[in-house]
């Protein structure tokens, strides 16, 4: 073997050395830029292979999406843990709510027992539905947006007048409908069927058939099974003014005389609103004496005309409601 060929390509090659280098050369170095070129293509293909399989994922939704329809939508999507979307039925197969869905009616989001969900619209404003808790879309049309809470716990907080029109976005619970007016408000079904209400923004109607109970924010209502009117009560009010109105109301006492004097001789102005649904349900006989010290309580005795209260002229009384919170 010529040495000097094969360190310095000097003197004669070497037969057997030409042949190997011949044989390998198909391999040898040629720079950096074949390998970048080469890492491209892959990155190419690999993200090609990625977006079909977003595309067959979402193929399997399309009979539910309808983002080309008029008018406002509701998208879902989870914030957190596992949810699932539902048809109408229990017997459907539910799905995993793993990307962004537009709701139909009679689509229902169930959220696991570490899940969240938010169902949110633009135009109209956003839910957060809770762990363990079941929302179904019910209505969705230009006369009303209805949800129902089957079950679990809910946020929501929906655009003021005049971005969204009083009494468009409404959810239905087993008690009764909450109706929006321009707020903010947590909504709960406990296992029970009892509904529980917080606002703390604007306000919200609560129906139970035609009886509405009326929650201005910083209030509260707690609604039991068999009840069709109960009385909303701020969160600042003192325990001892709740325990008997409460008690009077309901008729769980044996003094309900002295519990309604408790109750007035402690109200103070922040009770103005529970006052004013209790004047309007008790008898006629009782009806002055509750009206008279709400009267007392906000400076508004010589707008309103007490004889007119007393016959309960709608008007006149929504005209109170407005003055005593706004709404």
Not at 187 to 205: F, K, P, Q
Not at 212 to 231: K, M, N
Not at 276 to 296: C, G, I, N, S
């Amino acid at each position: 073997m010529n040495e000097s060929w094969l360190w310095n390509r000097e003197g004669e090659p070497d037969p057997e050395v030409e042949r190997l280098e011949r044989l390998l050369s198909e391999y040898r170095y040629r720079g950096h830029k074949s390998p970048r070129v080469r890492l491209w293509k892959v990155a190419a293909a690999a993200l090609v292979v990625v977006s079909l399989g977003i595309g067959a994922w979402l193929s399997l939704r399309e009979p539910t999406v309808q983002s080309s329809r008029p008018g406002p939508s509701y998208v879902a999507r989870v914030t957190m843990g596992a949810s699932f979307l539902e048809g109408p039925t229990d017997q459907e197969e539910p799905m995993p709510l793993a990307s962004e869905v537009v709701l139909a009616v009679g689509d229902r989001i169930r959220t696991g027992r570490d899940g969240e969900a938010s169902i949110e619209s633009p135009d109209i404003g956003r839910v957060t539905l809770f762990a363990d808790s079941v929302l179904a879309l019910r209505r969705l049309d230009g006369e009303g947006h209805h949800f129902a809470l089957e079950r679990g716990r809910l946020h929501a907080n929906i655009l003021p007048p005049p971005l969204v029109k009083p009494r468009l976005f409404q959810v239905a619970t087993p008690r009764g409908q909450a109706i929006d007016l321009g707020c903010a408000y947590d909504l709960e079904v406990n296992e029970s069927g009892t509904t529980h209400i917080r606002v703390t923004l604007g306000a919200v109607a609560f129906a139970v058939g035609e009886t509405e109970i009326w929650v201005p924010r910083g209030h509260d209502l707690s609604i039991g099974v068999g009840v069709s009117q109960a009385l909303p009560f701020a969160r600042d009010t003192w325990p001892e003014f709740r325990e008997a109105a409460e008690s009077y109301f309901t008729g769980q006492t044996k003094s309900p005389e002295d519990d309604l004097e408790r109750a007035l001789r402690v109200a103070r102005q922040a009770d103005a609103m529970t006052l004013w649904h209790l004047a309007q349900w008790v008898d006629l006989k009782t009806r002055p004496k509750v009206l008279d010290r709400l009267l007392d309580l906000v400076p508004v005795r010589a707008e309103f005309d007490r004889q007119s209260l007393l016959d309960l002229k709608p008007e006149l009384w929504a005209n109170l409601r407005r003055t005593l919170s706004g709404f």
